[in-house]
Structure formats: structure tokens, C-alpha cells
């Protein structure tokens, strides 16, 4: 079963104009729908050769300093002293800082 945004997408590459895919999508849907821009990203998006109506990967970077043997050693130096700022935190245990 397609989720309701996949379904809209497959709705934007069959329609020929995308302000009147829009309209449908929104007489359809309601409160649902894609956003206006949404649509025409997706319309320009199929315009220009794509046939995939699923999302991208992303490239966000992967969580690297989550290991439960890192909240165990930043759950035993906070509670040996709970004055450390972040950094120091993250200094002592040799993981990125995210501030």
C-alpha cells in the first residue's frame, strides 16, 4: 500500500499541468495534500526525465557517538562530577561535539 505523499506523487507525473494537478490534489485530499510547492517540485521533477516517485536517500551523516558504550561513559563521568561543560564531556571521551 502506497503512503498518501507517494500516492499524490504518482497523481503529479500522470497530470500535464501542475497548477491543475494541484487543484486536483487538493480537492482530493484536503488537508492532506502536498504543498503547492511540493507539487511543483515534483511536477519539474518528472518533467525532467525522473521515474521514481519514491523519496532520496538522504545524506545526513550516520550516528557515530551513540554507542551504548558511550552512554555508559558519559553516564559515569557526569555523575562523578556534574560540572563538566559538554565539551569536556566530549574531550575526555574522544567523541565529536554537536553544539
Not at 34 to 57: A, H, M, N, P, Y
Amino acid at each position: 500500500m502506497l503512503s498518501v505523499n507517494v500516492e499524490q506523487r504518482v497523481n503529479v507525473k500522470l497530470g500535464k499541468f501542475a497548477t491543475e494537478a494541484y487543484a486536483l490534489l487538493k480537492k482530493v485530499y484536503g488537508d492532506e495534500c502536498l504543498s503547492c510547492t511540493q507539487v511543483f517540485d515534483w511536477f519539474k521533477r518528472f518533467k525532467e526525465g525522473r521515474e521514481e516517485i519514491g523519496d532520496d536517500q538522504s545524506p545526513g551523516r550516520p550516528s557515530t557517538s551513540k554507542p551504548d558504550a558511550n552512554i555508559e561513559k558519559v553516564g559515569e563521568i557526569v555523575r562523578q562530577n556534574r560540572r563538566l561543560s559538554i565539551r569536556a564531556v566530549a574531550e575526555l571521551i574522544n567523541i565529536d561535539n554537536f553544539n
